[in-house]
């Protein structure tokens, strides 16, 4: 072992510690003073120190360059070779390899696990450690902050409600607060195409950004946010987040919803204060960003106990679902790589409890993601039109591809982002112009004043300046247009005017034109005749409008116009109309005239009467009636009357009204007749062939009519009602029958023959109302009965009636 003597200085000693290794040596004391601070003993326990070194006696510390040493007895310092512990593999549980990296003294390489942190979909969680779980927070969250703060470097993730039939959240905005600065990564569009844009200290920057160690891009699909100096990597858009912290930095050393990045997921549920629980969506409560003012999101009052939730269901609740590319040959070439379990999970959550489908891709985006990050790119979105990107024509897409993009500006000796993610990017062989611009060129050289970019040494013509691309300057230099002198013309002909205007065959010179200005022409009146219509035009070549009267599709007659087919006054007993026909002489229509044709064929009871007026046509005069009976017409002279042969009870008298005759229709209506009331061989028409008569039976056998009250039991009908009754004498005799040698007796009695029941309501003084039945009788006549003696005697009138 080497010691070291008091009062050497350190660079001193590190540089003769380098060169006598395993050796002893002892440094004087002459050259350098003993350093001036001394740490206080303790008093009531005395501890031999080092005083001169500011360590405890048998202390060991780092000297320099990756030496060791230790405080011994009598202010000496003892030197300890470094020894590097051989290197052990180890697995980290977020599926990602494990990285080299130096000890706390930049000495030694050991493995150990970067932190990764994910999240997509509505929204799913990956933490540091890889551990898998679900939150439908509606706030501002921690996602990590430092436990000991060492970077400035926090971060925090805004969730809200997403979807208008589900109380599920998407994440809405990315918030990095690294030291005095604070820049947000929004996106305005959540369920759709989106809508990026970066903020800092609440003002939009232009992209790409890069300022006081912080980088911002934009690939068309997401944001990219990088701090090189800690090599702190976050991105945000349609498919998530994603957060990478190198251990080196951030080792054991980060809490909130993405938990502690120290390869060990027992301990990702961590409350703020220490306390674990099982459930991370418990834990993810207790983590709202306290430096924002948020109303709605109270910090729950008791701290939650380990009770183990539900085993999740894997089950997709829509047959339709994408999910199961994920586990498909589509993404095979990844599965020994990163696992498609915690993805295949969310994806699954997704399709059951968002309404928009195309959540769904999110888990298929973050977990392509992750492969590109584990050096497997695949080209998947082609598989799927549901998660179709569309980039601007100008660009391509690619599912991986550098962060930050080639451009002509690039210097060589700058580094870029080492970061791979799918975007829009210029097609091969192509770069950007600029980091600004988002233009491809295949050559580098200027833009113009449009943005167009130019190639080094390219003339063009600009705003009527001859320009180039100047390659020595790389910027656009421009001289105005020599023009020549342009001639002068003559202008003759009203309305034109000399005027100095642009030449069409060189937009950027001028050239004097012969112009037509019409306000210069002389005004002109014209009147046209009737039936002409004033026309004006400019014929080719000239200035001024010239006026002429063209005749109108109209006939002329007496200073009127009429239209085609109309009716014209004409000459007496002549019919004139405006024809179609033009008249070469004037143009107009011509009127065509034709003789009145009178009408001599009149309608049956007309006749065709020449007038003794100066009227062109007689007319035709009534001279009958005319009678149609039976699709069979009769002309009656005035005064007649006619009957139809079937129908003598019809009577039709023609009638004359002033000059007007008129058919008069009458009926004769015939007083009833009983066939049975006539005496035999009587019976004949009346004198208007109408009615029938005949000599009536005396007194014989009849329907006679009467109206009375019926009274029942002390109830009575309020109105009388119709009570017929038979009424008559039959054919009754007594005579000598020489057959029987003995008189010969026939009765016959008058009796109803055809009748019926009928109901009358009687009131009754109780106020009772009750129907009661009777014999209406319809129909009389004489009925054949056996003879008595009173039978036989001569008849005596008697009346008959039926009351029920």
């Known amino acids: 072992m080497e010691h070291i003597g008091s009062g050497v200085c350190l660079t001193m000693i590190c540089s003769d510690i380098c060169e006598f290794h395993n050796k002893t040596v002892l440094c004087g004391t002459t050259t350098i003073p003993t350093p001036t601070t001394i740490p206080t003993p303790i008093p009531t326990i005395p501890v031999p120190v080092c005083p001169d070194w500011d360590v405890m006696q048998n202390e060991t510390?780092?000297?320099?360059?990756?030496?060791?040493?230790?405080?011994?007895?009598?202010?000496?310092?003892?030197?300890?070779?470094?020894?590097?512990?051989?290197?052990?593999?180890?697995?980290?549980?977020?599926?990602?390899?494990?990285?080299?990296?130096?000890?706390?003294?930049?000495?030694?390489?050991?493995?150990?696990?970067?932190?990764v942190c994910e999240g997509w979909g509505d929204p799913h969680y990956i933490t540091f450690d890889g551990f898998y779980y679900s939150y439908q927070g509606n706030c501002t969250y921690v996602l990590m902050e430092e436990i000991v703060a060492k970077h400035n470097?926090?971060?925090?993730?805004?969730?809200?409600?997403?979807?208008?039939?589900?109380?599920?959240?998407?994440?809405?905005?990315?918030?990095?607060?690294?030291?005095?600065?604070?820049?947000?990564?929004?996106?305005?569009?959540?369920?759709?195409?989106?809508?990026?844009?970066?903020?800092?200290?609440?003002v939009r920057l232009k992209l790409p950004y890069s300022h006081q160690g912080v980088k911002i891009l934009d690939s068309g699909i997401n944001l990219v946010l990088e701090i090189p100096r800690l090599k702190v990597v976050i991105t945000f858009g349609i498919t998530g987040f994603s957060v990478t912290l190198p251990n080196q930095y951030f080792g054991d050393n980060t809490q909130g919803h993405c938990g502690t990045c120290d390869n060990n997921q027992a301990?990702?549920?961590?409350?703020?204060?220490?306390?674990?629980?099982?459930?991370?969506?418990?834990?993810?409560?207790?983590?709202?960003?306290?430096?924002?003012?948020?109303?709605?999101?109270?910090?729950?009052?008791?701290?939650?106990?380990?009770?183990?939730?539900?085993?999740?269901?894997?089950?997709?609740?829509?047959?339709?679902?994408?999910?199961?590319?994920?586990?498909?040959?589509?993404?095979?070439?990844?599965?020994?790589?990163?696992?498609?379990?915690?993805?295949?999970?969310?994806?699954?959550?997704?399709?059951?409890?968002?309404?928009?489908?195309?959540?769904?891709?999110?888990?298929?985006?973050?977990?392509?993601?992750?492969?590109?990050?584990?050096?497997?790119c695949l080209h998947w979105r082609n598989h799927t039109s549901l998660c179709v990107i569309n980039c601007p024509s100008?660009?391509?897409?690619?599912?991986?591809?550098?962060?930050?993009?080639?451009?002509?500006?690039?210097?060589?000796?700058?580094?870029?982002?080492?970061?791979?993610?799918?975007?829009?990017?210029?097609?091969?062989?192509?770069?950007?112009?600029?980091?600004?611009?988002?233009?491809?060129?295949?050559?580098?050289?200027?833009?113009?004043?449009?943005?167009?970019?130019?190639?080094?040494?390219?003339?063009?013509?600009?705003?009527?300046?001859n320009c180039i691309c100047d390659e020595s300057t790389k910027t656009v230099t421009c001289k105005p247009k020599p023009c020549p002198t342009p001639p002068i013309a003559n202008c003759a002909g009203p309305g034109f005017v000399l005027v100095n205007q642009t030449n069409p065959s060189d937009s950027c010179c001028s050239t004097f034109v012969c112009q037509c200005q019409s306000n210069t022409c002389p005004v002109y009146?014209?009147?046209?005749?009737?039936?002409?219509?004033?026309?004006?035009?400019?014929?080719?070549?000239?200035?001024?409008?010239?006026?002429?009267?063209?005749?109108?599709?109209?006939?002329?007659?007496?200073?009127?116009?009429?239209?085609?087919?109309?009716?014209?006054?004409?000459?007496?007993?002549?019919?004139?109309?405006?024809?179609?026909?033009?008249?070469?002489?004037?143009?107009?229509f011509k009127i065509n005239c034709e003789f009145q044709k009178c009408q001599e064929n009149c309608d049956m009871g007309y006749k065709y009467l020449e007038t003794d007026s100066d009227e062109c046509?007689?007319?035709?005069?009534?001279?009958?009636?005319?009678?149609?009976?039976?699709?069979?017409?009769?002309?009656?002279?005035?005064?007649?009357?006619?009957?139809?042969?079937?129908?003598?009870?019809?009577?039709?008298?023609?009638?004359?009204?002033?000059?007007?005759?008129?058919?008069?229709?009458?009926?004769?209506?015939?007083?009833?007749?009983?066939?049975?009331?006539?005496?035999?061989?009587?019976?004949?028409?009346?004198?208007?062939?109408?009615?029938?008569?005949?000599?009536?039976?005396?007194?014989?056998?009849?329907?006679?009519?009467?109206?009375?009250?019926?009274?029942?039991?002390?109830?009575?009908?309020?109105?009388?009602?119709?009570?017929?009754?038979?009424?008559?004498?039959?054919?009754?005799?007594?005579?000598y029958s020489e057959a029987a040698s003995a008189l010969q007796h026939s009765c016959s009695c008058c009796r109803e023959t055809r009748s019926s029941n009928r109901t009358v309501d009687l009131h009754c003084l109780n106020g009772d109302v009750v129907p009661y039945s009777y014999t209406y009788v319809e129909e009389c006549g004489c009925g054949h009965t056996d003879c008595t003696r009173a039978a036989v005697q001569p008849a005596r009138r008697r009346r008959s009636s039926t009351l029920v």
């Open 617 to 735: 046509c007689g007319k035709c005069v009534q001279t009958h009636c005319v009678v149609s009976v039976n699709d069979t017409k009769n002309l009656l002279n005035p005064g007649d009357t006619w009957s139809p042969p079937e129908n003598k009870c019809q009577h039709y008298t023609c009638i004359k009204i002033g000059d007007t005759l008129t058919t008069f229709n009458s009926h004769i209506v015939c007083p009833p007749f009983q066939q049975s009331n006539c005496q035999p061989g009587t019976i004949q028409s009346a004198a208007n062939g109408c009615c029938k008569i005949c000599v009536e039976r005396e007194k014989a056998c009849k329907v006679v009519s009467m109206k009375m009250h019926v009274t029942h039991n002390s109830c009575q009908s309020y109105e009388q009602v119709d009570m017929p009754y038979c009424e008559g004498s039959c054919n009754t005799f007594t005579r």
């Open 267 to 376: 301990n990702d549920c961590m409350l703020p204060g220490g306390k674990l629980v099982e459930n991370c969506a418990v834990m993810a409560d207790y983590w709202p960003a306290k430096h924002i003012y948020q109303p709605n999101c109270p910090i729950p009052s008791v701290l939650p106990t380990n009770i183990p939730g539900p085993p999740p269901t894997f089950t997709p609740c829509n047959p339709d679902s994408i999910c199961h590319m994920l586990k498909s040959s589509l993404f095979e070439a990844c599965h020994p790589f990163v696992s498609p379990d915690n993805f295949y999970q969310g994806c699954v959550f997704d399709s059951c409890h968002v309404s928009n489908p195309a959540v769904e891709c999110t888990s298929l985006q973050t977990y392509a993601a992750a492969c590109a990050q584990a050096g497997v």
């Open 394 to 465: 100008n660009k391509v897409y690619k599912p991986c591809g550098p962060a930050e993009q080639p451009s002509c500006e690039d210097n060589p000796n700058e580094p870029t982002m080492n970061y791979t993610t799918e975007g829009c990017f210029c097609p091969d062989g192509m770069k950007l112009f600029n980091k600004e611009s988002g233009i491809c060129v295949d050559k580098c050289g200027c833009l113009d004043p449009e943005g167009i970019p130019r190639e080094f040494n390219e003339r063009f013509e600009y705003k009527c300046q």
């Open 153 to 202: 470097l926090n971060i925090y993730i805004d969730n809200v409600y997403c979807d208008p039939t589900e109380d599920v959240s998407c994440p809405r905005s990315i918030i990095i607060s690294y030291q005095s600065e604070v820049v947000t990564l929004i996106n305005h569009n959540l369920l759709g195409a989106a809508q990026l844009e970066a903020l800092k200290n609440g």
């Open 61 to 115: 510390f780092l000297l320099c360059n990756c030496t060791m040493a230790r405080c011994i007895e009598n202010n000496t310092i003892e030197i300890i070779p470094y020894e590097c512990p051989p290197l052990k593999n180890i697995t980290c549980t977020n599926g990602k390899k494990p990285v080299l990296v130096y000890d706390e003294y930049h000495c030694c390489q050991h493995y150990a696990c970067d932190c």
């Open 525 to 588: 009146i014209m009147n046209c005749p009737v039936g002409f219509l004033p026309v004006v035009s400019v014929p080719q070549g000239k200035c001024c409008p010239e006026r002429t009267c063209e005749p109108k599709r109209v006939c002329v007659h007496k200073d009127n116009e009429y239209q085609p087919g109309s009716s014209v006054p004409g000459p007496q007993c002549q019919d004139c109309t405006c024809t179609n026909e033009v008249d070469p002489g004037t143009g107009l």
